[in-house]
């Protein structure tokens, strides 16, 4: 989850303090472990679940939930409300397409209704049903982990880690400085392959001048990153980083009554989505 | 001063892990409260290696044996944590990138008193006094990245402040900095220098900025002895000679008056700023005129943007040339560049940072995809050539030589080039021979090019560049991070190449460098060429200070003589008088 904040906020200023937001964009003022703590026991039901059913149902909840309770950009709304939803028929398709034949129920209505015949082969309903089942699935774990994804920032996920989950301080903050090692490694990267092709290494084709290529890319670019981490450490050192088991807090995380209510809700509304379904037969 | 020593050094040898020898090598001294000393010494004498031996890095965080002691407010620091001896020494170390750890200015200054578990609202106060004294307080929501590199390093110096300790140990501070960042720190030192409520302890080889806020002189000479330990004034001024020869740099204007010396123009004492220079020279009655530039460099046309002039012997054609970084909406680095290199130049670009100048170079150098408008390098497109041909004309020298390095010994490196070319196997021995021996590095044919010195590093990207026999080298910031003497000494190496007929660009903020060794400037602001021309044309007219920069200290001195006119375009070293001419 913390590789989805780093990817959609690099861009922008992955540290800063969220701006104010108004009340109704209620996921910004929860506690992140809650944020994480209430989609997770989904995320592995889903991990076990067939069908289209339980998937969509997940997908529309969370979205309803972001769309009130986070704030977001007109890309992200565009990704979520438009591509989100041909990505997942697309993949559909594509699942479809490699589904094992024999998992597929010959008997039922689906699997006689063929979509797409292409010589002796055929895309029948039935298949398409257990890729969009699939694609269906993923989609859910991807909005699923949005919600703290796109409502948290990097220091308040530590801040909660910290102190409410009692996580050691030397893991998290160092885990937060070293996320600041990430763009200036990629910068890095571009330059080291700059400089190569400019020696006329990055030549030949195929998979062994790749693996080539790679490791006389990792050379330097390692000789780099330890200097790098080692000036880093020795500044953290230089400012009594580990000097004490806690260290001042100047922000608090809280757990409030309404994390445990989101909690709760959240888990009564799954529970309440795996019983309709079962019920209905799916 | 009557006080206790703050920090007591006691025959501090100091020796790395796998290394010969120690250095420093039994430094005795005492630092009291209100201090400001500045540590000198050539390459290598572990200079850097004793700062970090003040706040107890040196033992516990470095892989080196320390024999002696370090006693810091009585205490040895060997039975003391890091942590604790936070309280009384703090670091500002010479990477403004490698000292950021959280994501707010104001996060960053709280970082250390936080883990020192001092109180929230007392964290606050610390930060906001500190920010403000380095005039970072209306940035403190920002992330540090956006900082330019000088702001960074003000933001590290507010770092240490707020963690209250009574000594501030600066490691090269602005090593890394371009001449406005440079200013910046330095107005910033200056300031607490004036407060004396800190014992100040500077690391530095800019002496031109340094000299006028440190009270006391320590020199080390090249084994990690201490040799000098006095008064500014008496050391620099009493000393001079003595620090030439132990391989320390002095301030240009010190230089200068020294070589003027020797052509019978006494100042004295010694001058330690332009300021003092100019005034030293305003002092005397009459000065033997400056020597011409060297004849070569006059010669060397001014081929402004016309290209109907453009001579058969052009080496580098820039026409209306613009890059776009990041994509259609990314911003224009390099806007409408019309630039002519004269086959055989010695070409300095200038500008600040971010004033894409490196964006240019490698436009130039093909270095990047094709930018709009046209290139070209001896009849070729570097953009559209492939490798091969691109090698044989324009060798391009990266800011960090380790990124262009492919091989695994220092033959080798050499070898790919060549093989490159597809020279066969006998003459690429010898051409690898000859190229060794040219950059002196026959002894290390068979190491890792990682493992050799820096000035090695450097030498041996420069053969890379060169060995397919290309008649352009182009460099990027060659001297980023490097001290002076390393500097000048790639510098007379690219002279020398220069003279062996290699037309030579270099992108660099170093002014005094540009102002001794190039014949030309072009300086860039903003993506655009504000103006080219002969290196003292340039350095006295109005575009340096157009472009953001600030004029080399031997400019600064001379630029405004009343009574000595004819010395006002007096820029690099080498105009300056010296015995045999003044006589003749």
Not at chain 2, 169 to 177: F, I, K, M, R, Y
Not at chain 2, 310 to 324: E, K, L, M, Y
Request: aromatic fraction near 4%.
């Amino acid at each position: 989850m913390t590789a989805v904040t780093a990817t959609t906020d690099v861009a922008r200023n992955p540290y800063a303090e969220p701006a104010a937001v108004h009340p109704v964009r209620f996921l910004h003022a929860l506690n992140p472990i809650a944020k994480l703590a209430a989609p997770l026991p989904v995320m592995v039901a889903l991990l076990f679940t067939r069908g289209v059913a339980i998937p969509l149902a997940f997908v529309a909840l969370t979205l309803v939930l972001l769309l009130v309770g986070a704030r977001l950009s007109g890309r992200v709304l565009a990704i979520l409300l438009v591509g989100l939803p041909v990505g997942v028929l697309v993949l559909g398709v594509t699942f479809g397409v490699w589904v094992d034949p024999s998992r597929i129920d010959t008997a039922s209505a689906a699997a006689s209704v063929v979509l797409v015949e292409v010589g002796g082969w055929q895309l029948t309903l039935a298949a398409y049903l257990v890729g969009l089942a699939t694609a269906l699935r993923i989609a859910a774990l991807l909005v699923l982990s949005l919600i703290a994804g796109l409502t948290t920032t990097g220091p308040e996920l530590v801040r909660a880690l910290v102190q409410n989950l009692r996580v050691p301080y030397r893991l998290g903050y160092t885990a937060l400085a070293a996320l600041r090692f990430v763009p200036r490694f990629g910068h890095e990267l571009e330059v080291i392959r700059a400089a190569h092709r400019v020696r006329g290494t990055d030549g030949g084709r195929g998979p062994l001048a790749a693996v080539r290529r790679t490791i006389s890319y990792a050379i330097p670019l390692l000789a780099s990153a330890i200097r790098h981490a080692e000036r880093v450490a020795l500044a953290m050192d230089a400012r009594a980083f580990g000097a004490h088991p806690t260290r001042t807090e100047r922000t608090i995380s809280r757990w409030r009554t309404r994390d445990t209510l989101f909690v709760a809700a959240f888990w009564i509304t799954a529970v309440a989505i795996y019983v309709a379904a079962f019920a209905a037969g799916a | 001063m009557t006080a206790a020593p703050l920090l007591e050094l006691d025959a501090v040898r100091i020796r790395y892990d796998g290394s010969a020898r120690a250095t420093p090598d039994g430094v005795s001294l005492d630092i009291r409260a209100g201090e400001v000393v500045l540590v000198l010494g050539p390459s290598g004498c572990g200079k850097s290696t004793l700062a970090l031996a003040l706040d107890g890095l040196v033992p516990h965080a470095v892989a080196a044996a320390l024999e002696g002691s370090v006693r810091v407010a009585g205490a040895d620091t060997r039975d003391r944590t890091v942590a604790e001896l936070s309280e009384h020494v703090a670091m500002v170390f010479q990477d403004p990138d490698a000292q950021v750890v959280t994501g707010t200015l104001l996060d960053e200054v709280a970082f250390g008193p936080e883990n020192r578990l001092v109180a929230a609202d007392e964290v606050l106060e610390r930060a906001e006094r500190a920010l403000k004294l380095v005039g970072l307080w209306d940035r403190r929501a920002d992330n540090p990245d956006v900082l330019s590199g000088g702001g960074r390093q003000r933001l590290a110096i507010a770092c240490a402040l707020a963690l209250a300790s009574p000594v501030l140990v600066l490691d090269e501070p602005t090593a890394n900095l371009d001449p406005a960042g440079i200013d910046e720190v330095y107005a910033v030192l200056r300031e607490l220098a004036n407060e004396r409520d800190h014992a100040i302890v500077l690391v530095e080889h800019n002496l031109d900025a340094a000299v006028d806020l440190v009270d006391r002189v320590i020199v080390l000479d090249a084994a990690g002895r201490l040799v000098i330990d006095g008064p500014v004034r008496d050391v620099l001024q009493g000393r001079a000679g003595e620090l030439l020869e132990l391989g320390v740099w002095l301030p240009v204007s010190t230089l200068a008056a020294m070589r003027l010396r020797s052509a019978g123009v006494m100042l004295d004492p010694l001058p330690l700023t332009p300021a003092e220079l100019a005034a030293a020279l305003e002092a005397v009655e009459s000065l033997p005129s400056p020597a011409p530039v060297a004849a070569r460099a006059a010669a060397t046309t001014l081929r402004a943007a016309d290209p109907a002039v453009a001579a058969p012997a052009a080496a580098i054609t820039v026409r209306d040339c613009s890059v776009q970084r990041g994509g259609r909406r990314g911003p224009i680095v390099v806007d409408g560049v019309d630039l002519d290199v004269a086959s055989g130049d010695f070409l300095a670009i200038v500008g600040t940072n971010g004033a894409g100048k490196t964006t240019l170079l490698q436009a130039i150098a093909g270095v990047i995809p094709p930018p709009r408008g046209s290139v070209d390098v001896l009849g070729m497109d570097p953009a559209r050539a492939d490798a091969r041909d691109r090698a044989r004309r324009i060798g391009f020298v990266f800011q960090n030589p380790e990124h262009q390095f492919v091989a695994h010994t220092v033959a080798e490196e050499l070898e790919a080039s060549l093989r490159l070319q597809g020279v066969p196997e006998p003459e690429r021995r010898d051409e690898v021979e000859r190229i060794l021996r040219r950059f002196d590095l026959v002894e290390h044919r068979d190491r890792h090019p990682f493992l050799l010195s820096g000035g090695q590093k450097r030498r041996l990207s420069v053969g890379t560049a060169l060995v397919a026999g290309a008649p352009v080298l182009a460099l990027d910031e060659p001297t980023f991070g490097q001290d002076r003497a390393r500097a000048a000494e790639l510098l007379d190496l690219l002279r020398a190449l220069n003279d062996e007929g290699t037309t030579v660009l270099v992108v660099t903020h170093d002014l005094q460098l540009v102002a001794d060794y190039a014949d030309r400037v072009a300086v860039i602001q903003g993506g655009r060429v504000l103006g080219s021309g002969a290196t003292d044309e340039v350095l006295a007219g109005p575009l340096i200070e157009a472009a953001g920069l600030r004029h080399p200290p031997l400019a600064r001195a001379t630029r405004g003589l009343v009574r000595h006119p004819e010395w006002q375009s007096v820029t690099r070293m080498s105009q300056l008088p010296t015995a045999g001419r003044a006589a003749a």
